[in-house]
Each structure stands twice: as C-alpha cells, then as structure tokens.
C-alpha cells in the first residue's frame, strides 16, 4: 500500500523556520521524483519545489532563497526546509510522488504564519 504521510507543519511568525517531512513507502520513493506543493484557501494548488530522484531540483519563484527540498533515500523521507517564513507562505502542504506511471499525494499538513 502506497504511503506518504506528512508532518512538521504547524504555527509560526513571520520570518520564522519550519521544516516539513514526508514519510514515504520504499517501494515509491525509490523511483519517484517527489515534490511538495501547498493550497491556500481560494487558491489552487501550486507547486513549491521538486527534487528528482539524482537530486537535482526546481523551485516556484516564491520559494527560491528561502526553502530548500531535499531528500533522505534511507529513511525513505523527503523534506522541505522553509526559511524567513512570510503570511503568503499559509496553507495546507502536500507531498506527491510521481513514477512513471502514477501519482500519489500525501493528506497534508497544516502551515500558519502569524504574529
């Protein structure tokens, strides 16, 4: 059964640091590129960043500078660190992982930037 299970999410003020993981089946993020994206309320869902399966990445230009994605082949985790944290930057954050074939999405995590 294919899993991604997010975590990490939750308040913080501006300018402050959140990091985001993401748990995901072996069996998928072994041949995934993964990627997170985020919907704010009113909003479509937007990607945030996204890491192929050598690393190499790619990130919306609101997240360039401040959030770096990475991800940890052993413990089958990806994770984004998000930096210097603005209220435009409040949503739910989903992780998804993409074969060659499917795609599959976490159930998300909460982020709130407020003072």
């Known amino acids: 059964q294919v899993q991604l299970v997010e975590s990490g999410g939750g308040l913080v003020q501006p300018g402050g640091s959140l990091r985001l993981s993401c748990a995901a089946s072996?069996?998928?993020?072994?041949?995934?590129?993964m990627s997170w994206y985020r919907e704010a309320p009113g909003k479509q869902r937007e990607l945030v960043a996204l890491?192929?399966?050598?690393?190499?990445?790619v990130y919306a230009v609101s997240a360039k500078g401040r959030f770096t994605i990475s991800r940890d082949h052993a413990k089958n985790t990806l994770y984004l660190q998000m930096n210097s944290l603005k209220s435009d930057d409040a949503a739910v954050y989903y992780c998804?992982?993409?074969?060659?074939?499917?795609?599959?999405w976490g159930q998300g995590t909460q982020v709130t930037v407020s003072s």
């Open positions: 890491i192929s399966f050598g690393g190499s990445t």
């Open positions: 998804k992982a993409t074969t060659g074939i499917s795609v599959y």
């Open positions: 072996g069996s998928i993020f072994s041949n995934s590129a």
